[in-house]
């Protein structure tokens, strides 16, 4: 199966938002666990991936079988995002079974965004050419730092080297959508270190950056070892000033800082992300993946076994309505992530001035701006999010 090259599209273009026109896709697999992470994954070893590994031969499988069974809601899919776990431990044969049954079962448009989550050191040039012939447009390379001391305290299984030849092999493959992960706030981490990887990421000219502060997840080896605010940990001071500092340098480089932790440069938001944030239905696929259709959140489970025994039972998805009181909360936690915020004529007018008469003090403090809709502002706002949102999910909990 061979799809066209994309046509970048911008702010959801063309997404309808009754109707699913999404798709994640999880793949679980890794060769090892990040200290920081607390995805649902399996862990192969460093030298395991593609066909060579039989679980991951028969969680392809599954997944198709899984693909099949979904009820086509009506609409072709306009964006795939193949997550994981590293789906660059896909061989190019398995990751084209999949897109062959997601194809079969809802139908891909011409111009389809497909997202592929990579890792240094998990692919080759043949592979990634192989992606790219099947329809992948779009790759979010995991870097998440520049120095190989930083990387070896996370756990990675990488080193600077083998991001240097991950860029090369891409840029020979011609792939004109690339984003970067980069992580700040981890373990030991200056502030110069950050500001290298920042700079360095640029010199490589990607168009889309996402930069992430580090989260303490209890059952990661990161959650059990330190605890907030403790050292070897950056203090509070200084992971804001990586934040402010980032914004500084990528929108001085011309990107936009579209959300709370994404750059991007003119056309290159991910569209697939912008559903999450506008709370669009998607369908949800795999292993502990989440999907949204019907007014119906319903999560899968997160091991291999129960996976695969719910599949076998034909993938029954729970009747987990999203209630009005969660669909508000939910509207203003995602959408205040977007740089434009949310607009305020979709709530009722008591609701409306409830939320304007919450976010007033902050308004004040120059964390908000208010008028038609509601957003925050680029860097304090952003930088204060938790405390503002804390703010309005305390003001309609008590009057639930």
């Not at 043949?126 to 996370?154: E, K, P």
Request: with cysteine; hydrophobic share 35%; net charge negative.
């Amino acid at each position: 199966m061979s799809l066209p090259p994309p046509i970048i599209l911008s702010n959801n273009e063309g997404i309808d938002c009754d109707l699913p026109q999404s798709a994640y896709v999880h793949i679980p697999f890794c060769r090892r666990r990040c200290f920081y992470c607390d995805f649902p994954i399996s862990v192969l070893g460093d030298r395991t991936s593609g066909e060579q590994s039989g679980s991951m031969e028969q969680y392809v499988d599954q997944l198709g079988r899984e693909i099949r069974t979904t009820p086509n809601l009506g609409k072709p899919l306009k964006t795939v995002f193949f997550g994981g776990g590293t789906p660059s431990l896909l061989s190019p044969s398995q990751l084209e079974r999949i897109l062959t049954n997601l194809e079969q079962q809802f139908g891909i448009v011409q111009n389809a965004e497909i997202s592929l989550e990579i890792d240094p050191g998990t692919f080759t040039l043949a592979q990634i050419r192989a992606y790219c012939q099947l329809g992948v447009n779009r790759l979010s390379l995991g870097v998440q730092a520049f120095q190989d001391d930083l990387l070896h305290r996370c756990g990675r299984s990488h080193q600077v080297k083998d991001i240097l030849e991950a860029i090369g092999i891409i840029r020979q493959v011609g792939i004109t959508n690339l984003s970067f992960d980069l992580i700040s706030g981890l373990p030991e981490q200056t502030l110069q270190q950050w500001e290298e990887s920042l700079q360095k990421a640029l010199s490589f000219a990607p168009q889309h950056l996402s930069c992430y502060d580090l989260v303490l997840e209890p059952v990661t080896v990161f959650g059990k070892r330190y605890q907030g605010g403790e050292t070897p940990l950056p203090q509070d001071e200084t992971t804001a000033k990586m934040y402010c500092l980032a914004q500084e340098i990528l929108t001085g480089a011309g990107f936009e800082h579209y959300e709370v932790s994404n750059y991007a440069k003119a056309g290159y938001q991910c569209v697939h992300n912008r559903v999450y944030w506008e709370t669009q239905p998607y369908y949800g696929l795999g292993m502990g993946a989440a999907s949204y259709t019907q007014g119906i959140r319903f999560t899968r489970p997160r091991t291999r076994r129960e996976y695969y025994a719910w599949v076998e039972e034909g993938c029954q998805v729970g009747e987990e309505r999203v209630t009005q009181q969660d669909q508000l909360l939910e509207t203003l936690m995602l959408g205040l992530r977007l740089k434009e915020g949310v607009s305020l004529g979709q709530f009722d007018p008591k609701i409306k001035a409830k939320i304007e008469q919450t976010l007033h003090p902050y308004q004040q403090r120059g964390w908000v701006t208010l008028g038609e809709g509601v957003a925050l502002t680029d860097p304090e706002g952003f930088l204060f999010s938790n405390t503002i949102l804390a703010s309005l999910f305390e003001q309609f909990d008590l009057e639930n």
